[in-house]
């Protein structure tokens, strides 16, 4: 069996995109497992798998590295529209059916905006043992659940470990959580590193939880919007927002992905 995949990335964030639009790929988590293998595959923080839809321009399901399905990706909703776009299966501004609701998206050369569903499930100032010791947290669901843990400096956390911990924490059971580090570097500015759920490392980035980040900043540290999230890769995400009765609205997050490049598989 052949098949013909693209390679993405999104702000250090990469995919591999299949079109499976004509039906027939069976063992998806299998082949995200296989795909995603750095070291026996292409290597990716995902696949993705571009699927006819009734609802919208087309459907984006999500696979992790473990061959879990996640219902949505931030940056992996950047990717799918670049490659819509490009591939003509989409206009320019577009709609993307997936698990967590319907999205919108608009590409511009290099640069994609979507808007995203709204966050959800806030959760102020938990206070969680970890290793005997006390964690003030924040919970938002931005599509996906995600804790936020502000610190002085980000560059000290063991990500890898504390990320692990907060991820499995029975308090997030039994789906878990994505686990994400902020450090305030200005006035609308964050500086953030993301331990993700299905990955089960720290990624260069991670787009629901740049949106994450950045709301529960705008609450906590009284940012308006856009809020200007640094990412671990070293480039920059953009995450515009309205806050209407105390709720988050109009939440898009914006930046570049590129189509890195495209081959053929043969399983």
Known sequence: MKIKFTKAVATGNDFVIVDGRAGGLKGLPELAKSLCDRKRGIGAD????I???KKADFKMRIFNPDGSEAEMCGNGSRCAALYASTEKISPGEMTI??????????VKKDVVKVKLTEPKNIKWNLCLMIDKCPYKLNFVNT?????IHFVKDIEKVDVQ?????IRHHGEFSPEGTNADFVEVTGKNNIKIR??????????????TGAVASAVISAEVEK????????TRSGEELKVHFEIKDGEFREVYL?????LVFSGELTL
Do not use: F, W
């Open 46 to 49: 995902g696949l993705l798998v």
């Open 223 to 230: 940012m308006s919007s856009p809020v200007l999230v640094s």
């Open 143 to 147: 599509g996906v659940p995600h804790v």
């Open 161 to 165: 470990n504390l990320g692990a911990h």
């Open 51 to 53: 699927e006819k839809s």
């Open 97 to 106: 059916d997936t698990l967590a609701g319907i999205l919108k998206a608009a």
């Open 194 to 207: 993301t331990y993700e759920r299905g990955v089960e490392d720290e990624t260069l980035a991670c787009g």
């Open 254 to 258: 914006e930046g570049q992905a590129k």
